[in-house]
């Protein structure tokens, strides 16, 4: 759906996966956390470097050229850059901690806050290990995940994330819808989630998300 304008790779995940485009449609298949084989999803300062493939990584957001290989963390801002989550703080004092394992998200707005940012730093590794096994699309084909992840990253421009609402079912449950606004070749687009997020292990996890409303056709 909201990716029909994606790459190929995409575009293929995609229509696997697609639902009809209704306002209850499932959550944009890129929003979901992803990774390498193995017992524990790969961390984002480690097997750093990723080939840009042929015919991915086409759009002006692409720094690479196809066969180059580009750091996973080459989007990290400077510790005192304002961070990409919209809260207000330098990004060491906000998402940064989180997302360098030195703490947990301290609730739900905060992991969702944080996986946005990893989102526009190119983190995927923190996206898949903040991704539940209980949600749908979570796979632990983690290298075809990190891959979608890396794609989706490269493929849109990342504007801004508002919250919408934010309700707590119990103290281990909570949903947030929250708006998107992104870009691709200078066109405007944004999507509305409502996430589920919840407490496993005593730590937030995203669980679920359903797409709420969209317009992804860049025109
Ligand atoms: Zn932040």
Known sequence: MFVASAPTRARTYAQRRARPATNSARAPQRWRCAATSGD???????????????????GRFLRGRPGQTRRRMDRVPEPETACACGSGRAYSRCCMPVHTGARPAADAEGL??????????????YLMRTTSKNNPDYTDDWGLWEAEILEFCDSYKFLGLELIDVSYASPDVCFIQFLVRLA????????????????????????????????MSFA
């Open 40 to 58: 524990v999803p790969p961390t984002d300062d480690d097997a750093g470097d990723t080939a840009v493939r042929r015919g991915a990584f086409f």
């Open 112 to 125: 969702l806050r944080a996986r946005y940012a990893a989102y526009v730093y190119r983190l995927p590794g």
């Open 184 to 215: 691709r070749n200078s066109a405007p687009g944004f999507f509305i989630e409502r996430s589920r997020l919840t407490v496993e292990r005593g730590k937030w996890l995203y669980a679920s998300g359903k797409l709420i409303s969209y317009d």
